[in-house]
Nanobody
């Protein structure tokens, strides 16, 4: 059973930084891409960033240049470094992973919610103005 556990959320002032971590277990971590999504109050869950098996990355336009996704396969962990945080970044952030039926190749980066089968419990990020 795949488990994803996020940590690192909290309260930060606008302009500040946080680093989210997602520890994965239950299968070979390095064999799958990983993603981060977020859901603000009253909003749909949206894509934030994702990383392929070989380390290629994709970001939603609103976080480009401020957020960085990375992975440490030795630690089975994916990170989201968030800098220059804005009040509109406030949300619950979720780590996600595709299921075993994922058919993408080594370089693929899934961007859609339906491409992910496993989700963490979420970690709250609050940004004060």
């Amino acid at each position: 059973q795949v488990q994803l556990v996020e940590s690192g959320g909290g309260l930060v002032q606008a302009g500040g930084s946080l680093r989210l971590s997602c520890a994965a277990s239950g299968r070979t971590f390095s064999s799958y891409p990983m993603g981060w999504f977020r859901q603000g109050p009253g909003k749909e869950r949206e894509f934030v960033a994702a990383i392929s098996r070989d380390g290629r990355t994709k970001y939603v336009d609103s976080v480009k240049g401020r957020f960085t996704i990375s992975r440490d396969n030795a630690k089975n962990t994916v990170y989201l470094q968030m800098n220059s945080l804005k009040p509109e970044d406030a949300a619950v952030y979720y780590c996600a992973a595709p299921g075993s039926s994922y058919s993408g190749n080594y370089y693929s980066i899934p961007l859609e919610k339906y491409e992910y089968d496993y989700w963490g419990q979420g970690t709250q990020v609050t940004v004060s103005s």
